[in-house]
């Protein structure tokens, strides 16, 4: 196995697919971020928002440290922890739609989570990304309107890796930067006012995009 080095990732080239590791921080590339002392969150600011943010891995524990942080804030003293949810940045199952490699499960461990008010997680975020419309938007002809939102992440990495055919198979690679580029468009919009979540959502996307292109 050759295995070659640029900064913050590792890629390594394994029966000529090409992976790429990333760790949470590097998804917050362009944003200014200070981490915990336990490192299982960090304070993650952008131009006009500021977010506390763990792994997804973490996110047990970190929403733990958080509300505890919080509480010694006085403008956040009475802070009730039931009123807030993590939020996964980019969804699993749109990943599971472009993970042609087979490893969003281990990918996913890293990708960040923020902890946002339930009101807002669901009908700011949800409400938009957890429909079978947002979906139809990025797969198009790919996928039957009535089965939109019926498969599993398991069953539509699957899907992907078919697709991508060991890299084999320009046409699905085609496809699958369509998807990539869509869902750039989609969340970009979705995050509209939130320059954290667009930046972070932007840099997750673009590690898959990278990744086709080294092909």
């Not at 039957?144 to 084999?168: C, D, E, M, W, Y």
């Not at 869902?183 to 990278?210: P, T």
Request: glycine content about 4%; hydrophobic content about 35%; proline content about 2%.
């Amino acid at each position: 196995m050759f295995v070659a080095r640029c900064p913050g990732t590792r890629i390594s080239i394994e029966k000529s697919w090409f992976k790429i590791h990333f760790m949470i921080t590097d998804y917050f590339r362009t944003l200014t971020y200070s981490k915990s002392e336990t490192e299982r969150f960090y304070r993650v600011k952008g131009a006009n928002t500021e977010f506390l943010i763990c792994a997804f891995k973490d996110r047990d524990s970190g929403k733990s440290e958080i509300i505890n942080a919080l509480k010694r804030m006085p403008e956040y003293r009475h802070l009730n922890a039931g009123d807030f949810d993590f939020h996964h940045i980019v969804e699993k199952q749109h990943m599971a739609d472009i993970s042609f490699l087979g490893e969003l499960e281990r990918d996913y461990q890293n990708f960040p989570t923020a902890m946002i008010h339930k009101k807002e997680h669901k009908e700011r975020y949800n409400s938009i990304l957890h429909t079978k419309e947002t979906r139809l938007l990025y797969m198009r002809d790919a996928i039957n309107p009535v089965r939109a939102k019926q498969n599993s992440s398991v069953i539509r990495q699957t899907s992907t890796i078919q697709l991508f055919g060991n890299g084999l198979n320009p046409a699905g690679m085609q496809e699958l930067r369509s998807r990539i580029n869509i869902l750039k468009e989609i969340y970009w919009a979705a995050y509209e006012g939130n320059d954290v979540f667009r930046i972070i959502s932007r840099n997750i996307l673009n590690k898959y995009d990278r990744s086709l292109n080294l092909l």
